[in-house]
């Protein structure tokens, strides 16, 4: 460590900045008379910028220029120009800068106005000194340092209930720095949310089967549901499915489903629509006119569609950034079950594993002045689930239908979140969501189906389970279905 040495003998002196290349330390001195002097030091001596009170803030990449504050006001100083004043804001009295770009064109700092608190400045000879504002509630705001090209300000200033935040400013937009990188955070978490929502609705269509009556060839569907929960308060769930079926044997049909589905009202704007979902099947029942005995399914299920959502929707100080993405799942599941015939019901205990492995698309923000470029990202899921099912007739046309079910996380890989940003201190980053899956997911169904003729039937059920993620809304759902076979 060196002494760099003051104006007197005696007298104190501290530093404040180096620049760059390391020739030039700026601070201040105290003087003969009392009052401290913004000085340099450069090559093993100390230079008084100016005979006014004042201290030098910060200097530019080569040390030939310097800025500071003296005699109240904000000043720039070259060797060439001496020291200038640089003003101070409309009804201000004062002024102080603090930082200064490499090429020494824009500089930085803070001023008072009428009501004597602090503004953020930034200085340059063709606008002069211009106020960037205040964050949302904040009654003061400081600039303390300046990118190498003048385009990015960073400062501190004050929001509600005087807490204060570090700030970011770019293309004339200013931002709290912290909400602006927790809103990455948020992103990771709404994109696992969507491709959360969009693996509920795969799985369902590999479940859906429309199998022929006992004496018929072919069967056709045509139904839909809502849904609302998990996600947040506004979170609705949406879709419809038709489907077909043929005998191939008395015990064996196969057919196909065709679903739609959508998605909205989730944090961050988020929505999927114009989701497309393609299923196949293949079912076995060892007595078919009474259901009883064995009987078992595989399917396999495709489905995507276009999400979209905005980094920041709920958040103060940070600019919104839209997103669409694409984000497509496919599905596989096998079932195997035994129906009993319980006095008038008929109760069938099933158990099966599904597999769903879901990719969401890269992406890349635009029209915002911090964007993220996102990879793409892949993750799977797996469940076993174990569940009840009964059946029971109610009249001569009409039955009750009821089911429980218990599903078991076997395994997961969790969606990724990794990509480049303009975000200070998130120049390259690999967040996680933060949300976590229950590892044990129930629910229960109770419906009611009507025999509109031989042929026809009309049901409908409500459905309730937990929320995949924990700390979640459970999930509440209402169903109907059309079927007719002949």
Known sequence: MEDLGGLTATGASFANAISRNGAVIVGGALAGDGTYRPVIWENGSILELGSDGGIAHGVNADGTMVVGRSDETAFRWTAAGGLVNLGTLRGGDSSVARAVSDDGSVVVGSANVADLTERAFRWTEKTGMTSLGLLNGGSWSEATGVSADGTVIVGLGDIRNFEVRGFIWKGGVLQDLGHVQQSVVGSADTSAQLINSQVRRTR?????????????????????????????????????????????????????????????????????????????????????????????????????????????????????????????????????????????????????????????????????????????????????????????????????????????????????????????????????????????????????????????????????????????????????EYRYSF
């Open 204 to 480: 369902g269509l590999t479940q859906k089967q429309c199998i022929p009556a006992p004496g018929r060839d072919y069967c056709l569907s045509l139904g839909g549901g809502l849904s609302v929960g998990e996600g947040d308060e506004s979170s609705r769930q949406s879709n419809g499915i038709a489907g077909a079926g043929v005998h191939l044997t008395p015990h064996t049909s196969v057919g196909l489903s065709l679903g739609v589905g959508a998605n909205s009202g989730q944090a961050n704007q988020a929505r999927q629509d114009n989701e497309l979902g393609f299923g196949a099947w293949v079912a076995y029942q060892q007595n078919p006119q009474t259901r009883t005995g064995w009987n078992g399914a595989f399917s396999v299920a495709t489905n995507g569609g276009d999400s979209q959502f905005k980094r920041g929707d709920r958040a103060d100080d940070v600019e919104q950034a839209s997103t669409r993405v694409g984000v497509r799942s496919n599905a596989q599941r096998l079932a195997l079950g035994y129906g009993v015939q319980v006095e008038r019901a008929l109760l069938t205990p099933e158990v099966a594993i599904t597999h769903v492995h879901s990719r969401r698309q890269g992406f890349e923000e635009r029209n915002v002045v911090l964007p993220m470029n996102v990879q793409g990202t892949r993750s799977t899921d797996t469940y076993a689930t174990l569940a009840l099912r009964g059946e029971a007739p109610v009249s001569e046309r009409g039955s009750l239908n009821w089911s429980t079910s218990l599903d078991t996380l076997l395994g997961e890989t969790k969606p990724g979140f990794e990509g480049q940003s303009d975000i200070p201190g998130l120049d390259r980053f690999a967040v996680r969501s933060s949300l976590e899956k229950r590892s044990l997911v129930p629910a229960a169904t109770a419906g009611y189906r009507y025999a509109l003729s031989e042929n026809t039937s009309l049901g409908g059920q409500a459905q309730v389970s937990a929320s995949t993620f924990e700390q979640q809304r459970p999930v509440y759902g209402l169903e109907m």
